[in-house]
């Protein structure tokens, strides 16, 4: 009865990860990547206007940075796993094969963040106000795309007896022939391991909470949340590395992921400790406030008379409201 209780305890896989509408695959893994990036452009968008910046700013950053994301987490993916590519019985067009999965996200964040520093500096607005409205939501589509691993079958930890770990099961296709990424499953239980997809991605959550809770708490601006961000990453990222079991390239006996999460988090905790404290106005997160049409100033003082900005009592005799 035990031994039944903890195989029911198990986390099953899905039976598959890709559906068909006649020829056109769906795959679970690009539909929970999409959903993430909606997902965060939406919460960007609030964020970023909250704190005064021009909602048409993050579309135009958008632009740039999902299709560079892809890229530098295709590049970095190939990179650090490039043996199951090229070599003897590879085929190496399926570095192309973004459907498939693997994509890495500290390439994706690198390269996407060069290509929205690029746009802002000739858009010629601050980058730091931008990267710490979206660094929360950038960790929280992390979130949301890992669900997309459970699909594939793929970033699982070592075998284990735990009661939640995961079942991977045997997947093949219509001719019966091994599909893991493609299959549907036979129901026979290949392995049961740590499922590091599912750690990952309630430690995401739990930096997005923290995040968010840090902003307000600490008054962090001038590019602290995205450093912070980072860091926290970083750091759970470093632990699942050590758990996995898939193959991968090594150095000095530690997975290459292993090595660049630490750096990545020395560095990014020595830059947040470093950046300026406290939080911008909202001409500092868009100096185009000032120059495009009324000032932002001007604005603000036509909607509210003087003795609201001032200090005195409002026309309704009301106490002002202090921002």
């Known amino acids: 009865m035990g031994v039944e209780t903890m195989i029911l305890a198990n986390i099953p896989s899905p039976p598959q990860g890709v559906w068909h509408i006649g020829p056109v ?16 452009l939406w919460l ?23 299709p560079a994301g892809i890229i530098g987490g295709r590049l970095y993916h190939v990179i650090t796993d490039y043996d199951k590519y090229f070599g003897p019985g590879r085929d190496p067009w399926q570095a192309f094969n973004v459907a498939g999965g693997g994509l890495g996200i500290l390439g994706a964040v690198a390269l996407g963040t060069l290509a929205v ?9 601050p980058l730091a106000p931008f990267a710490d409205a979206a660094a929360p939501t950038i960790i929280l589509a992390q979130a949301i795309g890992r669900l997309g691993n459970w699909f594939n079958q793929e970033l699982y930890g070592r075998p284990t007896d735990v009661p939640w770990a995961l079942d991977i099961y045997y997947r093949v296709d219509e001719a019966g022939n091994y599909a893991p990424l493609t299959g549907r499953s ?23 909470a923290f995040l968010l809770w840090a902003e307000r708490a600490w008054r962090l601006g001038h590019g602290r949340v995205f450093a912070l961000y980072l860091a926290g990453y970083a750091l759970g990222r470093f632990f699942v590395e050590l758990m996995r079991a898939d193959e991968a390239n090594l150095i000095l006996g530690l997975r290459v992921n292993t090595w660049v999460s630490g750096i990545l988090f020395v560095i990014a905790l020595i830059v947040f400790l470093r950046l300026p404290r406290g939080q911008e106005t909202a001409d500092e997160v868009d100096p185009r406030n000032d120059r495009e049409g009324e000032p932002t100033s001007a604005v603000s003082d036509s909607a509210n008379p003087p003795a609201t900005r001032y200090g005195g009592e409002a026309h309704d005799g009301s106490k002002p409201r202090t921002y």
């Open 25 to 40: 695959p769906i795959r679970a893994y690009s539909l929970c990547i999409i959903t993430g990036i909606i997902i965060a």
């Open 44 to 66: 960007t968008l609030k964020r970023y206007k909250a704190k005064g910046g021009d909602p048409d700013v993050v579309w135009d950053a958008a632009i740039v940075a999902i």
């Open 117 to 125: 520093s690029a746009l802002f500096r000739f858009k010629k607005v």
């Open 186 to 208: 036979t129901g026979e239980i290949v392995a049961s391991v740590h499922p590091t997809f599912l750690y990952e991605l309630l430690w995401n959550l739990a930096v997005f």
